[in-house]
């Protein structure tokens, strides 16, 4: 059970989680430790809304992550959008845990693809009015900086800063920060199971067995 520090900067993660890996996992932790996040909300969206509907239905996809984070103690499951339904917007996410949290920094936690792509989100330019945003390097994807549209660099560099204003505001930086790379995608993970390949050290064991008893992504 996590112990809130009501100073301590908290983790927000967001995804379609379909199914969840170590790509998720490992990064995270890395930037609890980096940041001194209190924890990290892992949040599976019920409806991307700028991606494909996930092939696999939301509880089976909030099972997974559940127990894919159940034995790390800064991993919390946060259910809220999936309870809201419709498509999945971070703008209306924050909004509820700036309420719920009035005191911590908030620290929007996404891959360097998922950034990319930012100027196209709901309400974009609201996000750093509720939290930070934090990007991490993800392999195979758009290499940084130079690889954004105009609109993206020009955010990037407007609110780009330290990491000690992470701890003394509550919103309104972004940061980069380099963890380790695993070239893991939740794509290719479909695949594999499609074409009856393993999975094996992909994900944690706990998701494997999810996978096979639910018979999914068949
Ligand atoms: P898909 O292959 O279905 O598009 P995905 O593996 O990219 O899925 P998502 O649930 O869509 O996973 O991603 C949620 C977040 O996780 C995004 O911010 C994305 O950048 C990040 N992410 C996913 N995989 C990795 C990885 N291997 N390394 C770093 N970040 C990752």
């Known amino acids: 059970m996590v112990i809130l520090d009501n100073r301590a ?3 927000i993660y967001g995804g379609t ?4 890996h170590f790509g998720h996992l490992r990064p995270n932790l890395e930037l609890c430790e980096i940041l001194g996040l209190d924890h990290v909300r892992f949040i599976p ?3 991307p809304p700028h991606k494909e509907k996930p092939q696999t239905q939301a509880d089976h996809r909030l099972e997974m992550v559940a127990q894919a984070i159940k034995e790390e103690p800064f991993f919390v499951l946060d259910d809220r959008e999936i309870k809201r339904g419709g498509a999945s917007y971070t703008i209306d996410t924050l909004k509820g845990l700036r309420r719920e949290f009035p005191d911590n920094p908030l620290c929007l936690l996404m891959g360097m693809d998922a950034f990319s792509g930012i100027d196209q989100w709901y309400h974009w330019q609201e996000i750093l009015d509720y939290a930070h945003i934090v990007v991490s390097h993800r392999p195979q994807t758009v290499s940084g900086i130079d690889g954004w549209s ?3 660099r020009t955010f990037y560099l407007a609110h780009q800063s330290d990491r000690e204003m992470f701890k ?3 919103c309104g930086s972004i940061r980069l920060e380099a963890v380790t ?3 893991i995608s939740a794509t290719d993970v479909r695949n594999r199971l499609k074409n009856e390949q393993s999975i094996r050290f992909l994900m944690p064991e706990a998701v494997i067995n999810l996978i096979k008893y639910y018979n999914l992504y068949q």
């Open 9 to 11: 900067p908290i983790g």
């Open 17 to 20: 989680f379909d199914p969840i």
């Open 45 to 47: 969206a019920f409806l």
């Open 150 to 152: 105009e609109t993206v």
């Open 168 to 170: 003394k505001s509550l």
């Open 181 to 183: 790379q695993l070239s």
